[in-house]
């Protein structure tokens, strides 16, 4: 059987370094190497007297990126499969955000969440 370096790589990285460390990192690098190129305007509309909302955090870049230019974060994470992740790690790295695990609608009632 063949190892492949990625694969080894993968394996040190968990061993060695947390959940939170990792996404820390990618997070951090995402917001460095501009991979969201809307990222750029929220310093325009800092303000650390207001709150801000991130509905649909997925791996928690904007929330990363807003809770260093707002008072509160209220981020919202409807997937069940992403929302447990996100509370064991996303709270340990950002110190100002309050996640909730459901979706985000203009009318009241309940639905189902298709995954692809």
Same mark, same amino acid.
């Given at each position: 059987?063949?190892?492949?370096?990625?694969?080894?790589?993968?394996?040190?990285?968990?061993?060695?370094?947390?959940?939170?460390?990792?996404?820390?990192?990618?997070?951090?690098?995402?917001?460095?190497?501009?991979? /969201? %190129?809307?990222l750029?305007? !929220?310093?325009?509309?800092s303000?650390?007297?207001?709150? =801000? *909302?991130d509905?649909?955090?997925?791996?928690?870049?904007?929330?990363?990126?807003?809770s260093?230019?707002?008072?509160?974060?209220?981020?919202?994470?409807?997937?069940?499969?992403?929302?447990?992740?996100? /509370? %064991?790690?996303?709270?340990? !790295?950002i110190?100002?955000?309050?996640?909730?695990?459901? =979706? *985000?609608?203009?009318?009241?009632?309940?639905?189902?969440?298709?995954?692809?």
């Open positions: 059987m063949k190892i492949k370096m990625k694969d080894l790589e993968f394996i040190i990285k968990k061993i060695f370094f947390s959940q939170s460390y990792l996404l820390k990192k990618r997070l951090i690098r995402a917001i460095n190497n501009n991979y /969201e %190129k809307e750029t305007i !929220i310093d325009r509309f303000d650390k007297s207001k709150n =801000a *909302l509905i649909g955090v997925y791996r928690g870049v904007y929330s990363l990126k807003l260093q230019n707002f008072n509160q974060i209220h981020a919202f994470e409807p997937n069940p499969l992403l929302y447990p992740y996100l /509370e %064991k790690n996303l709270n340990k !790295i110190s100002n955000i309050q996640l909730y695990n459901f =979706a *985000l609608s203009d009318s009241e009632g309940e639905t189902d969440l298709k995954l692809p």
